[in-house]
């Protein structure tokens, strides 16, 4: 009960700032930008003009896998940037006014306040990037080649996966400091890490979150699910957790003002 009345809270406020409905038509627009410039690329070209006379433009038309994965990329860079600011003040702002020790005085367990901003902002983005990637999908099919959408919708799946970690990062990061720019700086900064640790120890380091993005190409050419992704999952799962009673503890032992 006390749970739900601090997630309802914190939803009310999202919808009250536009939140539910700005954030989706973002990450829409970012998984229509890269089918319409593809395919309409030529025309485009056409049009900027400065081709010599009597030039043919053939560009030739990529897979639909292909394309599908540049709107993820689009996610991966831009989605992650928009994620990140929607919820870099959600604890630390509060901390700095003065309204979290208003709240948790009531009293309302810390890990209550944390788990309920966490749900609410995974909601969010789930849903955009959930969004962003049908909208995608229908394009792509619609311009190129049809993906069966069961391959999409295990891809959105996983993906979420990945989203839902960025937002514990940023939920944990929260906790740590009150600025809400420092917050954002120590949450990109730590994805930047993560990431590069990815690419470069990727033999030996298959698990690392961030190379979910990577192993969903495969599943959105065949269907099939490979299994560095299934172990991959596994770990992002047992470190949102963690991450989330980190984030819990932390808030408790530090001073709130």
Same mark, same amino acid.
């Given at each position: %009960? *006390?749970?739900? &009345?601090?997630?309802?809270?914190?939803?009310?406020?999202?919808?009250?700032?536009?939140?539910?409905?700005?954030?989706?038509?973002?990450?829409?627009?970012?998984? @229509?930008?890269? $089918?319409?410039?593809?395919?309409?690329?030529? *025309?485009?070209?056409? +049009?900027?003009?400065? @081709?010599? !006379?009597?030039?043919?433009?053939?560009?030739?038309?990529?897979?639909?896998? !292909?394309?599908?994965?540049?709107?993820?990329?689009?996610?991966?860079?831009?989605?992650?940037?928009?994620?990140?600011?929607?919820?870099?003040?959600?604890?630390?702002? !509060?901390?700095?006014?003065?309204? +979290?020790? @208003?709240?948790?005085?009531?009293?309302?367990?810390?890990?209550?306040?944390?788990?309920?901003?966490?749900?609410?902002?995974?909601?969010?983005?789930? &849903?955009?990037?959930?969004?962003? %990637?049908?909208?995608?999908?229908?394009?792509?099919?619609?311009?190129?080649?049809?993906?069966?959408?069961?391959?999409?919708?295990?891809?959105?799946?996983?993906?979420? @996966?990945?989203?839902?970690?960025?937002?514990?990062?940023?939920?944990?990061?929260?906790?740590?400091?009150?600025?809400?720019?420092?917050?954002?700086?120590?949450?990109?900064?730590?994805?930047?890490?993560? *990431?590069?640790?990815?690419?470069?120890?990727?033999?030996? +380091?298959?698990?690392?979150?961030?190379?979910?993005?990577?192993?969903?190409? !495969?599943?959105?050419? &065949?269907?099939?699910? $490979?299994?560095?992704?299934?172990?991959?999952?596994?770990?992002?799962?047992?470190? =949102? =957790?963690?991450?989330?009673?980190?984030?819990?503890?932390?808030?408790?032992?530090?001073?709130?003002?």
């Amino acid at each position: %009960m *006390q749970w739900l &009345t601090v997630f309802n809270r914190e939803s009310l406020e999202s919808w009250r700032n536009f939140k539910w409905i700005w954030v989706p038509l973002v990450f829409i627009l970012l998984g @229509l930008m890269d $089918p319409l410039t593809t395919y309409y690329m030529p *025309q485009i070209l056409d +049009a900027v003009g400065g @081709l010599p !006379e009597g030039a043919v433009i053939d560009i030739p038309s990529p897979p639909a896998a !292909e394309v599908l994965m540049m709107s993820i990329g689009q996610f991966n860079m831009l989605g992650i940037a928009i994620i990140v600011l929607i919820s870099m003040g959600t604890i630390a702002g !509060e901390r700095k006014s003065g309204v +979290a020790e @208003l709240i948790l005085v009531k009293p309302i367990r810390y890990f209550t306040y944390v788990t309920a901003k966490w749900m609410n902002y995974s909601l969010i983005c789930v &849903t955009a990037v959930s969004a962003g %990637m049908f909208f995608s999908w229908y394009y792509v099919s619609l311009l190129f080649e049809r993906i069966p959408f069961s391959h999409v919708l295990t891809a959105a799946a996983f993906y979420s @996966l990945w989203v839902i970690f960025i937002v514990t990062v940023n939920i944990l990061m929260n906790t740590l400091v009150k600025v809400p720019g420092v917050v954002a700086f120590l949450t990109i900064a730590f994805l930047i890490v993560l *990431q590069i640790i990815g690419q470069i120890f990727q033999h030996a +380091a298959n698990w690392v979150p961030s190379l979910i993005t990577s192993y969903i190409s !495969e599943v959105l050419t &065949t269907g099939q699910v $490979p299994k560095e992704l299934w172990g991959t999952s596994l770990v992002t799962v047992g470190l =949102i =957790i963690t991450l989330l009673i980190m984030a819990g503890y932390t808030l408790k032992n530090k001073e709130v003002v």
